[in-house]
């Protein structure tokens, strides 16, 4: 179940940092924008952001629903091949997509299976890293808190369950 309007996604319209946990079943070939075309291997992802502008977090959120005619984001060229699982955000107003990156680009089991993805605007290696196995938000959580502990509260949004929305004080 997917959510057809922004009231259907509960995660507030104010500014945040989202991290999108992905699940991608078959291994394929896709054209990401002008990163050209990219193996994309089976398996798990999550893909870090933020969302300032207008919406904030609800609005770009549920843009990750969706296909999408117009691609414009890296992540945009993505979302057909793996599925949304879950939506883990925090609505601190500083921006904090960059340390989320670095963080998780520092897990046991990471991979940067695209580089540049996601940061063809600032100096990360990638906003999008890859899993053999589900990375979990219990784990996300007590990270974040380790490693960046000037974060506030995040929350986590299931995607397999739109109306299950968990908050989760740091």
Not at 49 to 57: C, D, H, I, K, M
Not at 147 to 159: L, N, W
Request: net charge positive; glycine share 8%; proline share 7%.
């Amino acid at each position: 179940m997917t959510p057809t309007s922004s009231e259907a996604l509960e995660i507030p319209a104010t500014g945040g940092t989202y991290a999108l946990l992905l699940a991608c079943a078959h291994s394929r070939t896709l054209r990401i924008g002008r990163l050209g075309d990219r193996l994309v291997p089976r398996g798990w992802y999550i893909y870090v952001g933020s969302a300032f502008g207008p919406g904030g977090l609800k609005s770009r959120c549920l843009r990750h629903f969706h296909t999408l005619r117009r691609l414009h984001w890296h992540i945009d060229y993505l979302r057909p091949a793996a599925s949304l699982q879950d939506i883990w955000f925090t609505l601190d107003h500083v921006p904090r997509e960059h340390l989320w990156a670095e963080m998780i680009a520092g897990w046991p089991g990471a991979g940067i299976p695209i580089p540049r993805f996601g940061a063809s605007d600032c100096r990360c290696r990638s906003h999008l890293f890859h899993f053999a196995s589900k990375p979990g938000f219990a784990i996300f959580r007590r990270r974040t808190l380790q490693q960046v502990p000037a974060s506030v509260s995040i929350m986590a949004f299931s995607a397999a369950a739109p109306r299950q929305a968990r908050r989760n004080a740091l």
